[in-house]
């Protein structure tokens, strides 16, 4: 007991150091740049003590039950041989493990006059299901990441032409909120115990690449609605509640525990009980690792229904109220610098990145240390959250920022090792989660309105262009070390030189 407690202390307090640069960033900017309501502040406050909470027992959880669970599945469906199997039971998780996904029940639900919500969600789920499906079936063969995204990418491009302008931003933005804090975990246990059967030596960097492939599926499922419906009537709609008291305040929180609790619940019995039926089918793991996943997912559920109250109750009305402020200033230019400083540090608050980046770490052998994936993936959502306010102020074309990121990042997977390529595409759908959109999507929501903008076309892609630019920073840290090596005539990626000259950077 005093273990876990032990545990839990050391999990929160990772969770404090990336919480706290955007509490103290937005803090700063509500005194003296965007003035705000002081019921909203104090929301603020109170969610951003949510997330800590909320996200160190996400992480141990997800650590002990999710990553144990996924690399099981993974390894058992893969060991069986039977191509059917595969196939069934990779669609039937992919759906089940996106519908019940918190975040894109956030995003749908800020969708209104449009497609239903449902049909959005079920319409996304049956994306990643085919595509997740698609990326087992590639660890299964051995067939080339890069291959697949090329050809993936290149039917969402064409499709472009016939989805429309209103509804490609929804598009894009549903591929990143579909790999949230629910279904990364999973999916990315999914292709680690899938290829820890294979001994080649591509088997490492095969190990990922399921996010990437899985992100794509929801952008063609929701240009295919787009095509079939024609929304042209399409709005924003934000569900916040300003406190004007402490004690609503309270009761604003409490009122919305209930709501979580049975979202989470939705989401994770599913998986759990896909889980247990299918060891009990494939062949039972002993009694006390079954008790250990069991305790995880506790600690996962309640992590997760905290930290969504927190991101829910605290973070939405505040975005929203901060970007507006700020944009019917004098100085709304400061939203694009500031919007660069808030995504450096609100991707280090994401659950799910920091279990991507120990996954990392681990399956390459450290030769991928943590800290340096997390300020390459930092870099790369700041520069896309400074993207992302200037369309806001502007009302630019996100295709005209979407289309030459993805074309760079594309064309460097033919320079960069096979293992920048696979975690560069996974980081792309990690990094969008749901702070996101909690917070970026109504901070550039509440920055178009204020210059009188249209939101669905100009404030929405924050999630699209969070989840694009890591894609490539990502990949040109992997051609730096690549160029590295070259120079000193180093052996492969995962020998202990290449692991040097990472720490040596």
């Keep these: 007991m005093a273990r876990n407690s032990t545990v839990i202390l050391s999990k929160i307090k990772e969770s404090v150091s990336s919480v706290l640069p955007v509490t103290v960033i937005v803090a700063v900017l509500a005194f003296v740049v ?14 951003a003590v949510f997330l800590v909470v909320g996200m160190g027992l996400f992480s141990l959880g997800a650590e002990i039950s999710m990553e144990r669970m996924g690399e099981y599945v993974g390894a ?7 191509i059917s199997l595969v196939i069934l039971l990779s669609f039937v998780v992919g759906v089940m493990i996106t519908v019940s996904e918190p975040d894109l ?7 209104s006059k449009s497609i239903s919500p449902y049909i959005l969600i079920i319409a996304v789920g049956i994306g990643v299901g085919y595509f997740l499906t698609l990326a087992m079936l590639r660890i299964i063969f051995g067939v080339k990441l890069s291959y697949l995204l090329l050809f993936s ?7 472009l032409f016939y989805v429309p302008e209103n509804f490609v931003p929804l598009a894009f933005d549903s591929g990143g909120v579909t790999t949230g804090p629910m279904t990364v975990p999973f999916i990315m246990a999914l292709g680690v115990g899938a290829s820890s059967i294979r001994s080649d030596k591509n088997a490492q960097a095969d190990a990922f690449g399921l996010v990437a492939l899985s992100s794509v599926g929801p952008i063609i499922a929701v240009m295919i609605l787009g095509i079939i419906f024609k929304p042209n009537d399409a709005t924003w709609a934000m569900d916040a509640v300003v406190s004007q008291t402490t004690q609503e305040l309270s009761i604003n929180f409490l009122a919305e525990i209930p709501h ?3 979202e989470v619940a939705i989401a994770l019995l599913p998986v759990l009980a896909f889980f247990f039926v299918y060891q009990h089918k494939a062949g039972k793991l002993p009694r006390r690792d079954l008790l250990r996943i069991i305790m995880g997912a506790l600690y996962t559920y309640f992590g997760l229904v905290i930290f969504l109250t927190g991101a829910s109750c605290g973070f939405m009305q505040t975005g929203y109220e901060i970007g507006k402020s700020v944009a019917e200033s004098a100085l709304s230019f400061l939203i694009v610098p500031v919007g660069c400083l808030i995504g450096y540090y609100t991707v280090r608050a994401e659950p799910a990145v920091i279990l991507l980046q120990k996954q990392v770490e681990e399956i390459t052998s450290g030769a991928i240390p943590r800290r340096v994936l997390g300020r390459a993936l930092s870099c790369g959502v700041s520069i896309s959250v400074g993207i992302a306010m200037l369309r806001a102020l502007t009302g630019i074309s996100l295709l005209h920022f979407l289309i030459p990121c993805y074309g760079i990042a594309l064309l460097l997977t033919f320079f960069t090792p096979a ?4 975690v560069a595409f996974d980081s792309g759908g990690v990094a969008s989660g749901p702070l996101t959109a909690t917070f970026l999507l109504p901070l550039a929501a509440g920055v178009c309105d204020g210059v009188g903008g249209t939101i ?3 404030a929405f892609g924050v999630v699209a262009m969070v989840a694009v630019t890591p894609l490539v920073t990502l990949q040109i840290l992997g051609l730096v070390y690549k160029l590295r090596l070259s120079k000193k005539k180093a052996p492969a990626v995962s020998e202990p030189a290449f692991e040097d000259d990472i ?3």
Excluded: R, W
């Excluded at 058992?76 to 039977?82: E, V």
């Excluded at 293992?419 to 696979?422: A, E, N």
């Design 456 to 458: 669905m076309t100009d």
């Design 34 to 47: 965007a003035p705000i309501t002081t019921g909203t502040f104090l929301a603020f406050v109170f969610g």
């Design 153 to 159: 990418y290149a039917i969402v491009f064409v499709m």
């Design 260 to 262: 979580k609790m049975l």
């Design 105 to 111: 029940t956030v995003l749908a639900n800020q969708v």
């Design 76 to 82: 058992q469906m893969t060991k069986s041989k039977k």
């Design 419 to 422: 293992i920048f390529t696979s």
């Design 503 to 505: 720490i040596e950077l």
